[in-house]
């Protein structure tokens, strides 16, 4: 389907591809209006088969015409005829077995004969004046540079998935566009450091292995750690079987994976490619062959969410290093009495157009730091000695043994503004926010307590009675089951009001009328017919938030430095239930070059 400079590129790289080879060179002039080429290193053509080609639904991609087991890019044997219809058509090849390569022009879908020409082993396709036949296209085409702008997303796309081709693209400018070599060895090796190249070496210093198999489905590919996140699903790259897709099912089920560790206006950085045999899923749904469908569609989402929640897990407390990039970049003084710009989203390539450098870039090295996966088989646990006591010396803190810095996340040596824990680390400082790394706990213990019976209740001696709306209070008693598993006993009080017998022991000394009525604002608010167990985020995430150490309370240095070890034994404690990081760290160097001392 020909609707852009971009189709065409696409239509040509994945011709070029599916010929074998190993280097694809692409030029595109006034955003691909005036002057597009393709060159590649495949198996070519010769003469026979090039008047095939750019005949009307003749391909060699099929055998035996079979349109079950299609293991090509391109299939159709419509692309070369609907590009040469609305240009200027020129293609030269060579095949590896013909002594001279040959070429033939196309004008406005009059084909000519081929001749001899020139060529090494490979083809070249060159596309002049674009649309020049079909005007009326012409007027729908955006400005030249979200034109090659588009064209560079095509071709990132094509490259992330083939990582052992090289491939080069070039516009009007000297710079190319894209410039990405040849890889050789292990195919995780290849795979990342060819997404580090187009997403940036932040995405690379941030990513998790994923290394699934279920059936004849495998899904492998990285992504990024939940406080690496966007604000669009623009940064989300999904390929079945090396073709780019954009699938309603795949990045729904990417959202569902995420889901307890993302606030719902973000999203996560990924690039996942699902291998499956060919009879399992239909690639001809889509006339730009964008979307796929799936035989069993279940058996695909239910792996994806398990590889992706699998693979976060292993990560353990590891926060992204880009939030160490933003503090030292809020830290640096401003050279105007603006305040310092957010980092920007990076584009899908990795080189701004502009060749202004790094779009997405790696700010201090040193902050790369350990960022180490969960310590194997420790239990989480949201509480522990001293943590839902009140503080008994607050300030107190004893000077510790130099083996406690060691600790992945220190030892603790101050609480600022009664809301953030200064540690110390061997190496540099771990800034924690005492509220969100706390929720972390409690929400992570609350799901191991549900999978394992239930959260433990504690009974009140003086029932609480809280008054509300009728509309919150019915639905909330509608719920009265659910929220028993969740450790909340609740009654019909008469009119609006219901009165609490037991709740959530986690909750200790906290307010229990303010999280009825935020659960039941969240229950009226889901609507429909549901099990809370469903909403398991929403409902844990309200709970943990009122069970959790509040900002302004005061604490020990035997509170704080219990709190960083169960950050330490506990997974995805590296953010809060809504993608905030509960934690900084600063390395040493970077503090120096901060104050001007190296």
């Not at 240009?87 to 033939?104: E, M, N, Q």
């Not at 195919?187 to 187009?198: N, Y």
């Not at 889509?286 to 069993?296: G, I, L």
Request: proline fraction near 6%.
């Amino acid at each position: 389907m020909i609707e852009r400079p971009a189709a065409v590129v696409k239509e040509l790289v994945e011709n070029a591809i599916d010929a074998g080879a190993r280097k694809i060179d692409a030029v595109v002039r006034n955003g691909g209006r005036s002057y597009i080429a393709v060159t590649d290193d495949g198996c070519g053509m010769g003469r026979k088969a090039l008047s095939l080609a750019v005949e009307r639904h003749a391909t060699s991609k099929l055998p035996d015409d079979d349109l079950v087991n299609i293991s090509t890019l391109g299939f159709r044997g419509e692309a070369l005829p609907s590009i040469g219809a609305v240009s200027r058509l020129k293609i030269t090849t060579r095949g590896a077995a013909s002594d001279t390569g040959w070429t033939i022009h196309i004008q406005g879908g009059l084909r000519g004969i081929p001749g001899p020409a020139p060529m090494p082993d490979g083809t070249k396709v060159e596309v002049f004046d674009l649309f020049y036949a079909t005007p009326a296209r012409l007027k729908f085409l955006k400005s030249e540079r979200s034109e090659q702008q588009a064209v560079c997303d095509t071709v990132n796309r094509l490259a992330m998935a083939h990582p052992e081709i090289g491939f080069t693209l070039r516009g009007d400018g000297e710079r190319p566009l894209v410039a990405l070599p040849v890889n050789t060895g292990d195919m995780f090796d290849i795979r990342l450091a060819r997404l580090s190249a187009i997403l940036g070496k932040d995405f690379a210093d941030n990513a998790v292995r994923v290394d699934a198999v279920r059936d004849t489905m495998r899904l492998t590919g990285h992504i990024g750690v939940p406080t690496l996140h966007r604000g669009t699903a623009r940064h989300q790259f999904l390929f079945v079987n090396g073709r780019p897709v954009k699938d309603r099912l795949m990045t729904g089920t990417v959202r569902g994976a995420y889901r307890d560790f993302l606030a719902r206006d973000r999203h996560p950085v990924v690039a996942l490619f699902l291998d499956i045999s060919p009879d399992e899923v239909d690639v001809n749904v889509h006339p730009a062959k964008a979307e796929v469908r799936f035989r069993d569609s279940g058996a695909v989402r239910g792996m994806i969410v398990s590889a992706l929640r699998h693979a976060l897990a292993e990560a353990g407390h590891r926060a992204s290093t880009t939030v160490a990039d933003a503090a030292l970049g809020a830290f640096r003084p401003s050279n105007g009495s603006a305040a310092p710009s957010p980092a920007p989203d990076y584009p899908a390539n990795g080189t701004p157009i502009d060749g202004h450098g790094p779009a997405f870039g790696s700010m201090a090295e040193a902050a790369t730091a350990w960022q180490g996966p969960n310590p194997p088989h420790r239990p989480a646990s949201g509480t522990f000695d001293g943590m839902t006591a009140p503080s008994a010396r607050p300030g107190e803190f004893p000077e510790p043994d130099e083996s406690a810095f060691d600790n992945p996340l220190g030892a603790a040596r101050a609480q600022v503004h009664r809301t953030y824990i200064v540690s110390q680390t061997a190496d540099g400082i771990v800034i924690v926010d005492q509220h969100a790394a706390h929720e972390r706990l409690v929400y992570e213990e609350m799901k191991a307590a549900l999978a394992n019976g239930g959260v433990h209740r504690q009974g009140l001696l003086i029932p609480e009675v809280v008054e509300l709306e009728d509309e919150a209070a019915n639905a909330l008693i509608a719920r009265r089951g659910d929220l028993a598993e969740f450790g909340l006993a609740i009654e019909k009080f008469g009119g609006g009001a219901i009165v609490v017998r037991e709740y959530p022991a986690l909750l200790g000394d906290g307010d229990i009328q303010g999280l009825v009525r935020d659960l039941a604002d969240e229950i009226v608010e889901m609507g429909g017919d549901f099990s809370l167990k469903e909403k398991l985020d929403e409902v844990c995430g309200t709970i943990a938030c009122h069970s959790s150490i509040r900002a302004g309370r005061s604490m020990n240095g035997d509170e704080m430095n219990a709190l960083l070890r169960q950050m330490e034994a506990t997974p995805h404690s590296g953010q809060c239930n809504h993608g905030r990081p509960t934690y900084v760290e600063l390395k040493l160097d970077d503090l120096e070059r901060l104050f001007g001392r190296r």
